[in-house]
């Protein structure tokens, strides 16, 4: 699902210097897989999903995602293969306030060609993490895990093949961070393939395999046959 090989990620700072975020890293995803990706903060994680989810094309080395080589692909063919392949979670759930739950699960059925049953399907993803009686309320009138529940509906609206996730939990108290993460176990099994950047020891458990980013390298921190304690079957 993932390859990227020796990849490096620099940014200029404001007063010119370079700053190497990425030196050489490579990484292999299988379809199916759950990963957890952790590192300390500024080792590069948000980097490297911008990077695999084509959000950044300023990187050198060579990405593949689903299939797709990231190299020389235009803006108008990235957004293709996000919208085709990729769903994003981040830690703040951008949800648009002024859009009911239901409205923020279908936006991604505005860019492109939306289905015939678009809001059905925004209805039953919706029931599918749990929202089914909410799905008018606007974001303030939800608790931050149902805000995070309906990012995630949202996420799976394209039914992407791999979801990047952004410390999904990072802005969850513990016990509705446990949920986020059931659904996670749940949409795994199913056969999604996710990458999970995450401070969250829940999340790693739960995770097949855990990596950590450093000094720019992934480097393995549990390899996938070994399973934690209370982790994923
Ligand atoms: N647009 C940018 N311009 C310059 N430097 C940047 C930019 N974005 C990120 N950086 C730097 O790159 C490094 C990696 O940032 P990144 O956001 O990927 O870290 P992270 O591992 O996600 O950290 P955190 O755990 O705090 O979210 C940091 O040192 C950061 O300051
Ligand atoms: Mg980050």
């Known amino acids: 699902m993932i390859q990227a090989r020796d990849v490096s990620k620099e940014y200029v700072d404001g007063d010119g210097t370079r700053v190497r975020v990425l030196d050489g890293m490579s990484l292999d995803v299988a379809e199916g897989e759950f990963v957890a990706v952790v590192g300390s903060s500024g080792s590069g994680k948000s980097t490297l999903l911008h990077l695999l989810g084509g959000l950044d094309v300023d990187y050198r080395g060579e990405l593949a995602v689903g299939g797709v080589k990231l190299r020389g692909m235009g803006d108008k063919a990235l957004a293709r293969f996000r919208n085709a392949h990729v769903g994003f979670v981040f830690q703040s759930f951008h949800l648009i306030p002024n859009l009911s739950a239901v409205e923020n699960v279908l936006l991604p059925s505005h860019f492109g060609a939306a289905p015939a049953d678009a809001r059905k399907r925004a209805e039953a993803l919706l029931e599918r993490v749990g929202l089914g009686a909410k799905k008018d309320r606007a974001p303030v ?12 509906a949202r996420a799976l609206f394209n039914q992407p093949k791999l979801l990047l996730c952004d410390e999904p939990t990072g802005n969850l108290d513990a016990a509705t961070g446990s949920g986020v993460i059931s659904l996670f176990q749940e949409l795994h099994k199913e056969g999604l393939t996710l990458l999970c950047v995450t401070h969250e020891e829940r999340m790693s458990a739960a995770a097949g395999r855990v990596l950590r980013l450093k000094d ?3 480097v393995e921190e549990r390899a996938g046959s070994q399973v934690a304690a209370g982790g994923a079957p």
Do not use: K
């Not at 939800?142 to 995630?152: C, D, K, N, T």
């Open 141 to 152: 009138r939800l608790s931050g895990g149902e805000r995070q529940r309906v990012a995630i």
């Open 216 to 218: 720019g390298r992934l």
